[in-house]
């Protein structure tokens, strides 16, 4: 089976075959390592990519799935102007320790960011960063970060 797909605004035309999934394919065969395998039960987020701008969990998509769709991967994702707004919060507020998530945290806020879909506040935080599990800060830091960004 043929993806083509744009990713990181990038035309790539790949074969695939019909199990494959689509965090095997940036891993592997594109040599984007930003997303990250752990659960493979799409709850923690570290695979996160966007699709089409939306958050997914590319562990439990196939590749073929993700045909004609636009991904950004965090190395796509790093070189747009939201990412530094992003990347200065967590770092003013120390929000990544290890950084295994800090990729699929940083795609998700950023895309909920671009849509305005983050509401100032502890709870607008929380809603934001669900779907990401961080097993090193313990998420204050994380939500300090978020709230910043939400309220910016």
């Known amino acids: 089976m043929i993806l083509a797909a744009t990713v990181n605004g990038q035309a790539v035309r790949l074969d695939v075959e019909p199990q494959e999934l689509l965090l ?6 594109l040599g984007l390592t930003g997303a990250k395998r752990s659960c493979d039960v799409q709850v923690c987020g570290t695979c996160t990519v966007l ?3 939306q958050p997914i969990s590319s562990c439990c998509t ?5 045909d004609g769709r636009e991904l950004t991967t965090i190395e796509g994702f790093a070189s747009q102007p939201e990412f530094a707004a992003i990347e200065e919060a967590f770092t003013r507020q120390v929000a990544s320790q290890c950084g295994f998530c800090t990729p699929g945290m940083v795609l998700t806020v950023g895309s909920l960011l671009g849509q305005g879909r983050i509401e100032p ?3 607008g935080a929380r809603r934001a960063v669900e779907g ?3 097993r090193c800060t313990g998420y204050r830091a994380i939500l300090d970060a978020v ?3 939400a309220e910016r």
Do not use: K, P, T, W
Request: charged share 45%; aromatic share 0%; proline share 0%.
């Open 121 to 123: 506040g502890e709870e």
């Open 24 to 29: 095997d394919v940036l891993r592997e065969r």
């Open 147 to 149: 709230r910043e960004l």
């Open 51 to 53: 699709a089409d701008g």
């Open 132 to 134: 990401n599990i961080c």
């Open 62 to 66: 196939l590749a073929v799935d993700a």
